[in-house]
C-alpha cells in the first residue's frame, strides 16, 4: 500500500511539471476539440504539498505503458494485502483526482483506472461460481463491486471538463465489461438463443451491476450536470466547427453513459441495468426546477421527457376521480389515508397537471363533509391530523427526489424562486411546528365552518317568504302579539347544530371571534367588490344571530368586542350593514332570528360608549330599534312569571312558550340558565321519592325538549355545568343551595331529581360540540372508579354508589346513541372492566351488565378490537382540545375481560359481525384469535347453527380449539347430592343454625355453587320447598357475575329432567316452577333465563325442548304476559325525548311490579342479612335489561329456523323496541348477517322483524317500502330503473351536502334522530329496504333450505358444508338483477330515468360506498366481476397500441426531429388515451366512454372494499389471464390500471400481491406473440407503459426478494428484450 501511494504521489507530481505535453489522442482524453488551459497547482494532504520534491525513479512519463501496468499491478498487490478492496481504489480514484486537468498523465491515470477495473470484474465474475461460496450463500460479491464502481463518481467535477468527460468515458467501458460478463457474448440478433438469455436463473445469480448503484452513479452525475447548466455560462468552443461548449460536451458523453446503462449502445443491446422508468425518476429534477426555466435546451427536452413518462403512468396508476368522500363511522379506516396523499404515490402525482390532481381529496373537503356529517369533533382534528402527516410524508418524498440548486436553498412559488423555509427556521420570525399546525387547522375549520353557514343560510332563504308581508291579523298556532314564529320552523335545527359547533372552536381558541366575524362579513360583502352587487340578496339576520351566541363566550365579550365598542366600532358597522330589515316584517318573520342585532344591542348595552349618541354615529340603527321594545316586553314578561311562579315559560311546552324563553335567554347573560336550574332544583324543600325512604330527591319542574333545543348555546352550556357541579359532580351527593347558605349536601335528599336527569341527556344531544368535555370528565370518573375496584375490597360512600349507578342509568337508556358516535366509544370498555368482576351491589351489577351488553352491542368497528388489544389505554385527557389516542400497540390481556359467560358470548357474536360487514384485513398487527382469546377464560362452544353464520376466521378458530361442552348436571346425581350430605338438612329443617353454616361452607366453592338452585329446583318439585331465608343467605355468597352461568346450570338440568321422563314437551308443572323462579321467588332474573336457553351451545334446530321453554318463557309465561300487557298500557313512547309523562310510567310500573335484587321476593319482616342499599331508578325495569339479551336471542331464533317463534315474538313484543337506542342499526346489522338465512326468506317474518325494529314516524323509508310495512305488497317487482335511480341520487345528495326539506313530515329533530349522520342515515334505510327485498327475491326457494325436524333431514353442519353453502349464495345473489340494474344505470347514462341528474363522479362514488354497505355478494363483488367483460367486450381496449422505438438518449440529444417522447409519431400512436384520463375531464369534453366509467366505479367500490374485494378482483384477473382470450397490450394496461390505485393496500398481503402481480405477468406473456412490433429496437407505447408499471412496483411497494423470486418463472416466458428489462426485480 505504501509504495501504491509513493508512486502515486509522483504521478501527481509529474502532472505539474510537464504541462508542456498537450494531451494525446489516446483512449479516453482524444475526444476533446479545444486547447486546455493552465491551471494552478492543486494541493492535496494525501500525495503531498505543492513544493515536495519529485520523486525520481518511481514515474517515468514517456513510458506511458509501463506506467499504467505499474499502477495496476501496485493497486492488485495492494488488494491482496488488504482486507477492505475498496480503501485501496479509493487512494487510486483521489490519485487521478488530483492529476492536472490539462495533462497527458491524466490519460495513462484513466487507462490504468480501467485496467484495475477490468481486473476488479474479472476476480468478481470467478469469485461469485465458486463452490464454498454457493454453499455459503454469499451473495454480497454484486454489492461489493457495487462500492467499488461508485467510486467513479468521485471523479466527475465541475471546473474539470476533462476529467468528467474522460470519467463518463470510462464508467461506460466499464459498464460494457460488467454486461459483457453478466449476459455473455452474445450478439443483439442471436439473443433468443444465447444460453445466458435463457437462463433466467443465471442472470440472478451475477448481478455484478445492481439496479440501486448504477441509479446512484446516476443521480451523482445528473445533479452535477444540472449544477453546471444553472450556474456555467454558455463559453463556445474554440475548436471545432459545431462550437460546441464544455457544457454541451459532458452533456453528450453523459448520454452516452446513460444509453449504457438501458442497454442502448453498441454490443448491449437490450440488455439494461436500470430501467426506462427508474432513469426518468433520477433525471427528473422536479417541478420547481423544470418549470422554472433554467436549464439549457437540451436538458429541458430531456426533463420534458422524463416529465411526460411520469405523467403518463400517474393516470394508470391513480384513479379517473380520487374525489371520494370520508364518511363518519362508515368508511373504512384505511379511507382515511387517501391514496393521493400515498408518499409512494407523491413522485408521480407530482406530474400530473392541476385538472388531474383535482380529482383527489382535500383537507379542506375532508373537514366539511365531517362536520356537516356531524362527526365528534375528536374526529375531525384526527383526520386534519392524519392528512397533514400523510402530506408531510408525501411533500418529503418528492423533496428527497427533487434536486435543488447548489447557488442557494430556493423553492418553488408559482415559478418564482423564494427563501426556503429552512432559512426562516433559523430566524427570530420563524413559527414552532405547535403555532404552524394550529392555524393551518384554523383557516381549515374557519373555510368549512364559512362554507356550511352560507349553504345553510341558503337553504333557509329558499325555503322561506321573505318577499309578502306579514299579516298579523292571520298568526298561526305558533304566534302570538309578543312572539312571531313561522308555522314551519325545523330548517332552525341546522342552525342549532352549526352554532354549538362554531362556539366550541371559538371557545377552545381554535377559532377567533375576529376571523369568524370578518368572514361572516365577506359573505354578504364580498372583498373583491367595492360596489357589492346583489348583497342585499346575501343580507341574513342568521348571520348576526350566529355572532350573538358567540357574545355569550365572556374572553369575546369583554375582549375583541369591549375593544371594537370602545374604540371606532367597526364590528357594530358591520352587524348593521349586515342586517336584512325586511325578514322581521315578512311573512315568514322569525323573532328569535330577526330580532339578533338588537338582543346584541341589549346585551352588550354596558359595553357600548355614549348610548344617547350611538344611533347619531350609525345611521341604520334606526332600521333595527324600532322593534326594540319587543325585546323589553318578553324580558319583563319572563320576570313576572319567573317572580310570580307562572312557569309556563320555562316548562316550554308549546313552541310560542319556547321561543319566548330562548329570545329572552340572548339579551341576558346566564339569566335564563340560571332560571331553569331554580325550576328544576327548587329553592324550596319539597321532597318525594323514587322507590322508598332511601331515594328521595327534590321535587321541581320539568323542562321541554324544544326549549332546551332553542335557548343560546351559552345558555345550555351554563345549564349543564350547573347541573353538573351541584348535582353530578361530588361524592357526597346532589349538592342544594337554600337561604343564601353556600352549597352543601342536604340531610334526607339523596338523589337526583328526574327531571334533572332528563335535561342533562338533552342538552348533551342538543350541543355535543360544547357540552363534549363534561362527558370526558364523566368517562374519566368512571374510569378511576374502575380502577380503584381492581384493587380489590374498595368500599363505595353510599352517596358514590348512587352516583355511579345514576351515570350508569343514563349512559346505558339515554346516552347510547351518544357514544355510538362518540370518537373514542370503541375504548369505553375500559371504562368499567374491573367494575364487571368486583361490584358486589347486586343492583349495581345488574345495571352494570346490562350497560356492558348494550355497549358492546354499540361496536362496529375494528376500533372494538383494537380496545381488547390495548391494555394500555388510560383514558382521554381532560382537555377541550381533542386529543388522539396515539400507537396502539397491540398486547393480549393477562387477564380475560370477561368473566360472566354472557358478557363473553355477546362480545364473541359482536366481534364476528364486525369481521362480516368490516373485515381486519386493513389493520395489520391485529390477530382475530387473540382477540378472541381474550374475551373469557376457557373458548366457547358454538353449535353447527351459530356456525354455520359466522365469518370463515371466528369459525376456524373455535373449530380448532373444540372447546369442551359445559358439565352436565345430571338430575340423579342431584337426588344423590341431597341425600348424601348433611349439609342439606338446613333446606329440609329449618332453624338448625348448624347446618345452615355447613350449606354455606358446602357451597362456598365455586365448582359446587352451579348445583345449588338445581337443589332447591328438585326440592319444590318434592313439594317440599326450602326456607327462601336459607336459600337466600346462600345466594348471597354467589358473585353476581357468575348468575348468568348459574341459571345455564339450572336450565340445563331443566332440560335433562324433561329428557330423562322421556316427554318431547316440558310438563306444565315444569313451566310453572320456572315461572315462580322467575318471577313470584325471583331466584333467578328472566334475561338470564332467556340467555341460558338461547345462548348458542346447542343447536335449536333439532332442540325441540329448548325451543319450546324460550316460547314459554317470552310469550306463555303468565306473570311475563301480565308485565308485558302492562307495557303495552301504559304505551311507552319511542319518542321520549318528546314525552312529559315517561315518568310517571316508569314509576307506575315499578310500583305494580316491584323488582328485588338480594333474592327477598318472597320474604316479609327483618331480612338477615339485612338488604343492601336501595339505588335510586330512573329508567331501567325488567323489560329494559330483557331487551339487549333479547337481541342476542333473535339471532339464535333466525338460526334455528323456526318461523312462527320468531314471527310470535316480533309481534308480542316488538314494542319493547321503542326504547331502544338503535333499533334502525340493530335491524340493519341483523339483515346484514342473516341475509342469507332462509328463515328470513319469507314476507311474513321480514315484515315482523322490520315493524318490531322500526318506528316509521321516526324514518325516511320509500313509498314502496312503507307499501310493503302496511301489507299492501309482498314483492319486489318494483325495482326497477327509476327506484334503483332514487336509492343512488338519495346517497348522492346526501354526500354533495345538499340540504333539504325532508319529503316525510313530522320527523324528529337531527340531534334526536338515531343516527345523526345524513349520509351514514341514508345508507342505513337503504341498505334495510334492499336487504328486505333481497329476502322477498329468495323467498320461493327458500321452503326447501328450512331444516324440518318431521322429516329429519341432514343439518348443514360441517365446514365442507359450510364452504358450499357459501358458493350457493354466491350463485344466488348472481341471479339477483340488482346488480345488473345498477351497472346500467352507471354505465349508460343515456338509460337513466333523469339522464342529466348527478351524472357526475358523485353518482359512481354513491354506487361504491353502497357496494360495501351491503354484503358483498350482493353488489360489490358482481362490480368487480363485470370488469371480465369490460376487458372483453370494449372495442377500444381490444386494439393494440402503436409500435414505440427503445429510447436512446444520445440520439435523443443529437436529434432535433423527435418530439418530448423521443417518438416522432407519438402524436397518432395511442387511441385509447381518454380511458385513462380524469373521469370528469372526459365528461367535460365529451369525451365519456365505459371503460373510464367503469375504472372510477370499480376504483370506488375497491377504496371502501376489504380484503374479500380484492380477492374478488384477484380471481377475476386470474380468469382472464388463464382464460386465453386477451388480444392486446390496452387490454393489459387496463388491468394494470385497476390494480395501481391500491398497491399500497396490496402490499401488506403478499400472498394475494404476488398472485395478482403473476396473473398481470402471465397475461404479458400471452399477449406478446401477438404484438408484431416486439424486437431489438421497439416495442409499443401500451407495453412500454406496462413495464414502467412493473418497476414502479418494485420501486415503491417491493412485496420482497423472495416474491419475486416467486414471480420468476413469468418473467422468464416473456420475449428476451421485456425479461432483460424486468430482471432487476429478481436480481436486487
Same mark, same amino acid.
Given at each position: ?130 463452490? $464454498? ?38 464508467? &461506460? ?205 375528536? $374526529? ?119 352554532? *354549538? ?26 372583498? *373583491? ?64 332570528? *330577526? ?92 321532597? !318525594? ?249 376457557? /373458548? ?6 351459530? +356456525? ?49 353454616? !355447613? ?147 316508569? *314509576? ?10 338480594? =333474592? ?164 342505513? $334505510? ?63 347514462? $343515456? ?43 370494449? /372495442? ?18 443529437? &436529434? ?19 380511458? =385513462? ?41 386470474? !380468469? ?91 418473467? !422468464?416466458? +416473456? ?14
Amino acid at each position: 500500500m505504501e509504495r501504491l501511494v509513493e508512486y502515486l504521489t509522483g504521478v501527481v507530481e509529474s502532472s505539474y511539471e510537464d504541462l508542456a505535453h498537450l494531451v494525446p489522442c489516446g483512449s479516453f482524453l482524444g475526444l476533446f476539440d479545444e486547447r486546455p488551459t493552465k491551471r494552478a497547482r492543486r494541493t492535496d494532504p494525501r500525495f503531498g504539498s505543492n513544493s515536495a520534491p519529485h520523486q525520481q525513479g518511481l514515474f517515468e512519463f514517456d513510458n506511458s505503458e509501463d506506467s499504467c501496468d505499474t499502477i495496476a499491478h501496485l493497486t492488485q498487490t495492494a488488494i491482496s494485502q488488504s482486507a477492505q478492496a475498496v480503501d485501496v481504489l479509493r487512494v487510486v480514484v483521489d490519485a487521478v483526482r488530483s492529476v492536472h486537468d490539462a495533462s497527458a498523465v491524466l490519460d495513462i491515470g484513466f487507462r490504468a483506472l480501467f485496467e484495475i477495473y477490468q481486473q476488479r470484474l474479472q476476480y468478481h465474475s470467478a469469485n461469485r461460481y465458486r463452490v $464454498e461460496a454457493a454453499e455459503q450463500g454469499n451473495n454480497n460479491g454484486g454489492e461489493t463491486f457495487g462500492k467499488e464502481y461508485l467510486l467513479l463518481t468521485q471523479l466527475f467535477e465541475l471546473h474539470r471538463p476533462r476529467t468528467w468527460v474522460a470519467a463518463v468515458r470510462l464508467m &461506460s467501458m466499464v459498464t460494457k465489461s460488467a454486461i459483457g460478463i453478466m449476459y455473455g457474448s452474445t450478439a443483439p440478433d442471436d439473443m433468443g438463443s444465447g444460453t445466458h438469455a435463457a437462463s433466467l436463473s443465471e442472470i440472478s445469480g451475477l448481478n455484478l451491476l445492481p439496479e440501486s448503484v448504477c441509479r446512484e452513479s446516476i443521480r451523482q452525475v445528473w445533479r452535477l450536470l444540472l449544477d453546471s447548466a444553472a450556474t456555467e455560462p454558455p463559453q463556445a468552443s474554440v475548436l471545432g466547427a459545431t462550437r460546441r461548449t464544455r457544457w454541451q460536451i459532458r452533456f453528450e458523453a453523459t448520454m452516452e453513459l446513460l444509453d449504457s446503462y438501458v442497454g442502448r449502445t453498441e454490443h448491449c443491446v437490450g440488455r439494461p441495468l436500470v430501467s426506462y422508468y427508474m432513469i426518468s425518476r433520477e433525471l427528473d429534477p422536479g417541478a420547481a426546477v423544470a418549470e422554472s426555466g433554467m436549464l439549457t435546451g437540451e436538458m429541458q427536452r430531456i426533463v420534458d421527457l422524463c416529465f411526460g413518462r411520469k405523467r403518463r403512468l400517474g393516470r394508470i396508476l391513480l384513479p379517473p376521480d380520487g374525489s371520494w368522500p370520508l364518511i363518519s363511522h362508515a368508511s373504512r379506516a384505511h379511507t382515511v389515508k387517501h391514496v393521493y396523499d400515498q408518499p409512494g404515490y407523491a413522485l408521480v402525482r407530482d406530474s400530473l397537471t392541476l385538472e388531474e390532481t383535482q380529482r383527489g381529496a382535500s383537507a379542506g373537503r375532508v373537514v366539511a363533509d365531517l362536520l356537516y356529517q356531524r362527526a365528534p369533533i375528536d $374526529e375531525v382534528f384526527a383526520a386534519m391530523r392524519n392528512h397533514r402527516t400523510m402530506q408531510r410524508k408525501a411533500k418529503a418524498a418528492v423533496a428527497s427526489d427533487s434536486y435543488m440548486p447548489n447557488s442557494g436553498e430556493y423553492v418553488a412559488n408559482g415559478g418564482e424562486y423564494i427563501a426556503n423555509d429552512k432559512y426562516m427556521a433559523n430566524g427570530a420570525d420563524a413559527d414552532t411546528d405547535a403555532e404552524i399546525e394550529r392555524r393551518e387547522s384554523s383557516m381549515l375549520l374557519l373555510d368549512a365552518m364559512a362554507q356550511r353557514i352560507e349553504h345553510i343560510v341558503r337553504f333557509i332563504q329558499r325555503q322561506c317568504d321573505f318577499d309578502t308581508l306579514l299579516d298579523e291579523r292571520k298568526l298561526n298556532a305558533n304566534s302570538d302579539a309578543t312572539m312571531i314564529v313561522p308555522s314551519k320552523f325545523g330548517y332552525w335545527e341546522h342552525m342549532n347544530e352549526v352554532a *354549538d359547533q362554531l362556539y366550541y372552536f371559538v371557545l377552545s381558541d381554535t377559532i377567533s371571534y375576529t376571523d369568524i366575524h370578518a368572514r361572516l362579513y365577506a359573505l354578504v360583502f364580498p372583498a *373583491d367588490s367595492d360596489i357589492h352587487p346583489g348583497s342585499e340578496a346575501r343580507k341574513d339576520n342568521s348571520y348576526i344571530w350566529l355572532l350573538l351566541q358567540l357574545l355569550h363566550i365572556e374572553k369575546v365579550a369583554a375582549g375583541p368586542v369591549r375593544a371594537d365598542l370602545a374604540g371606532d366600532e367597526d364590528m357594530l358597522e358591520q352587524l348593521l350593514q349586515m342586517y336584512n330589515e325586511r325578514q322581521i316584517v315578512s311573512r315568514d318573520a322569525f323573532y328569535l332570528r *330577526d330580532l339578533a342585532l338588537q338582543a346584541t344591542m341589549s346585551h352588550q348595552q354596558a359595553s357600548i360608549r355614549d348610548n344617547h349618541g350611538v344611533k347619531f354615529r350609525h345611521p341604520r340603527m334606526a332600521v333595527a330599534m324600532p322593534f326594540a321594545p319587543v325585546l323589553f316586553q318578553l324580558q319583563n314578561e319572563f320576570g313576572q312569571q319567573f317572580k310570580d311562579e307562572n312557569y309556563a315559560l320555562l316548562q316550554g311546552r308549546d313552541v310560542c312558550a319556547a321561543m319566548k324563553t330562548a329570545t329572552v335567554s340572548q339579551i341576558r347573560q346566564y339569566v335564563v340558565p340560571n332560571a331553569l336550574y331554580t325550576f328544576l332544583v327548587p329553592a324550596r324543600e319539597s321532597v !318525594a321519592q323514587l322507590q322508598g325512604t332511601a331515594t328521595t330527591y327534590l321535587q321541581g319542574g320539568n323542562v321541554g325538549f324544544q326549549l332546551l333545543d332553542f335557548i343560546n348555546v351559552g345558555g345550555k352550556h351554563r345549564l349543564l355545568q350547573l347541573i353538573y357541579k351541584m348535582m353530578l359532580a361530588h361524592e357526597q351527593g346532589p349538592q342544594f343551595q337554600f337561604d343564601g347558605r353556600q352549597p352543601s349536601a342536604r340531610a334526607g335528599i339523596t338523589c337526583v331529581s328526574p327531571h334533572v336527569v332528563d335535561t342533562v341527556y338533552m342538552l348533551l344531544y342538543n350541543a355535543p360540540y360544547s357540552n363534549e368535555l363534561m362527558m370526558k370528565e364523566v368517562l374519566e370518573k368512571l374510569r378511576r372508579s374502575d380502577k380503584a375496584m381492581a384493587q380489590g375490597g374498595t368500599r363505595f360512600s353510599a352517596a358514590n354508589l348512587r352516583w355511579l349507578y345514576t351515570v350508569y342509568q343514563l349512559m346505558n337508556c339515554r346516552l347510547l346513541r351518544f357514544f355510538k358516535y362518540y370518537a373514542h366509544a370503541s375504548h369505553l370498555v375500559h371504562h368499567l372492566r374491573h367494575s364487571l368482576v368486583h361490584v358486589t351491589h347486586r343492583q349495581l351489577y345488574r345495571s352494570l351488565e346490562c350497560f356492558a351488553l348494550c355497549l358492546v352491542n354499540l361496536q362496529h368497528d375494528v376500533g372494538f378490537l383494537q380496545a381488547l388489544m390495548n391494555p394500555a389505554y388510560h383514558g382521554v385527557p381532560l382537555t377541550p382540545h381533542p386529543s388522539a389516542l396515539g400507537a396502539i400497540r397491540y398486547s393480549k390481556p393477562k387477564d380475560a375481560w370477561f368473566e360472566c359467560a354472557m358478557l363473553a358470548r355477546n362480545a364473541a357474536v359482536v366481534i364476528a359481525r364486525i369481521e362480516t360487514m368490516r373485515g381486519l384485513g386493513d389493520v395489520p398487527g391485529l390477530e382475530l384469535d387473540d382477540c378472541l382469546d381474550s374475551l373469557a377464560p376457557q /373458548p366457547q362452544l358454538w353449535a353447527p347453527a351459530v +356456525l354455520r353464520y359466522l365469518p370463515r376466521a371466528v369459525r376456524a378458530y373455535y373449530t380448532r380449539r373444540t372447546p369442551q361442552p359445559s358439565a352436565r348436571v345430571s338430575p340423579a346425581s342431584v337426588r344423590q347430592l341431597i341425600g348424601a350430605r348433611p349439609e342439606h338438612a338446613a333446606l329440609l329443617r329449618p332453624g338448625d343454625a348448624a347446618a345452615e353454616s !355447613a350449606l354455606a361452607a358446602f357451597y362456598a366453592a365455586p365448582e359446587r355453587q352451579a348445583l345449588f338452585l338445581c337443589v332447591v329446583w328438585v326440592l319444590h318439585e318434592r313439594q317440599t320447598p326450602p326456607p327462601m331465608a336459607v336459600v337466600r343467605r346462600v345466594l348471597l355468597t354467589f358473585p353476581p357475575l357468575q348468575m348468568s352461568s348459574h341459571t345455564s346450570a339450572l336450565l340445563d338440568f331443566v332440560v335433562a329432567c324433561e329428557t330423562e321422563r322421556g316427554t318431547s314437551e316440558p310438563a306444565a308443572a315444569t313451566m310453572q316452577l320456572l315461572n315462580d323462579f322467575m318471577f313470584r321467588l325471583q331466584l333467578v332474573h328472566h334475561e338470564h333465563v332467556v340467555f341460558a336457553l338461547t345462548r348458542g351451545e346447542h343447536d335449536l334446530r333439532t332442540d325441540r325442548m329448548r325451543l319450546l321453554l324460550t316460547r314459554y318463557v317470552l310469550l306463555e309465561s303468565p306473570q311475563f304476559s301480565e308485565r308485558l300487557d302492562e307495557w303495552h298500557r301504559l304505551d311507552f313512547q319511542g319518542r321520549y325525548w318528546a314525552d312529559f309523562e315517561h315518568w310517571k310510567k316508569q *314509576d307506575a310500573y315499578l310500583a305494580r311490579f316491584p323488582e328485588f335484587f338480594e =333474592f327477598e321476593a318472597a320474604l316479609e319482616g327483618p331480612l338477615e342479612p339485612a338488604p343492601a342499599l336501595g339505588l335510586p331508578v330512573y329508567y331501567e325495569n325488567g323489560m329494559v335489561r330483557l331487551l339487549p339479551v333479547l337481541e342476542f336471542a333473535l339471532g339464535r331464533m333466525i338460526e334455528a329456523e323456526d318461523r312462527g317463534l320468531l314471527r310470535d315474538v316480533l309481534d308480542r313484543m316488538g314494542i319493547l323496541y321503542r326504547l331502544h337506542q338503535v333499533p334502525l342499526t340493530t335491524l340493519m346489522n341483523t339483515l346484514f348477517v342473516y341475509f342469507n338465512a332462509p328463515t328470513l326468506h319469507d314476507a311474513a317474518v321480514v315484515r315482523s322483524l322490520n315493524r318490531a325494529l322500526l318506528d316509521m314516524s321516526q324514518q325516511n323509508f320509500s313509498p314502496e317500502f312503507e307499501q310493503f310495512m302496511r301489507g299492501d305488497t309482498d314483492d319486489c317487482a318494483h325495482i326497477d330503473a327509476r327506484y334503483a335511480s332514487r336509492i343512488i341520487e338519495r346517497i348522492a345528495r346526501a354526500i354533495m351536502r345538499h340540504i333539504a326539506p325532508p319529503n316525510k313530515q313530522n320527523l324528529p329533530e337531527i340531534h334526536y334522530r338515531e343516527i345523526p349522520n345524513p349520509i351514514l342515515l341514508a345508507l342505513t $334505510e337503504c341498505v334495510v329496504e334492499l336487504l328486505t327485498w333481497w329476502c322477498l327475491h329468495c323467498a320461493p326457494s327458500s321452503a326447501t333450505r328450512l331444516y324440518d325436524s318431521a322429516r329429519n333431514g341432514p343439518l348443514v353442519a360441517s365446514e365442507a358444508e359450510f364452504r358450499a353453502e357459501e358458493q350457493q349464495r354466491r350463485a344466488r345473489a348472481a341471479e339477483w338483477p340488482l346488480a345488473q340494474l345498477w351497472l346500467e344505470l352507471i354505465m349508460e347514462p $343515456e338509460r337513466r330515468p333523469e339522464p342529466g341528474a348527478y351524472a357526475g363522479a358523485t353518482y359512481i362514488h354513491s354506487t361504491g360506498v353502497l357496494a360495501n354497505v351491503l354484503p358483498d355478494e350482493l353488489l360489490a363483488f358482481p362490480i368487480v366481476q363485470h370488469l371480465s367483460r369490460i376487458v372483453l367486450e370494449e /372495442p377500444v381496449l381490444k386494439s393494440n397500441s402503436g409500435p414505440k422505438r427503445y429510447f436512446s438518449f444520445v440520439e435523443f440529444a443529437r &436529434s432535433s426531429q423527435l418530439n418530448a417522447d423521443g417518438d416522432p409519431d407519438a402524436a397518432t400512436r395511442f387511441a385509447a388515451t381518454s380511458v =385513462f384520463n380524469s373521469f370528469e375531464q372526459n365528461r367535460n369534453h365529451n369525451m365519456a366512454n365505459r371503460p373510464n366509467t367503469f375504472l372510477t366505479l370499480l376504483h370506488s367500490v375497491l377504496h371502501y372494499g376489504g380484503i374479500a374485494t380484492f380477492n374478488t378482483l384477484s380471481d377475476t384477473i386470474h !380468469a382472464l389471464a388463464t382464460g386465453g382470450e386477451l388480444c392486446s397490450d390496452i387490454q393489459l394496461l387496463y388491468l394494470c390500471a385497476t390494480v395501481g390505485p391500491i398497491l399500497y393496500r396490496l402490499v401488506d398481503h403478499e400472498a394475494l400481491y404476488v398472485q395478482i402481480l403473476g396473473d398481470l405477468l402471465s397475461s404479458l406473456v400471452q399477449i406478446c406473440p401477438r404484438i408484431s412490433h416486439l424486437d431489438a429496437e421497439s416495442s409499443t407505447d401500451a407495453i412500454e407503459q406496462v413495464m414502467d408499471f412493473f418497476c414502479f412496483v418494485k420501486d415503491q411497494f417491493d412485496p420482497g426478494r423472495s416474491a419475486w423470486r416467486r414471480l420468476a418463472p413469468h418473467i !422468464a416466458a +416473456l420475449p428476451v428484450l421485456l425479461r432483460y428489462q424486468l430482471q432487476c426485480m429478481v436480481d436486487q
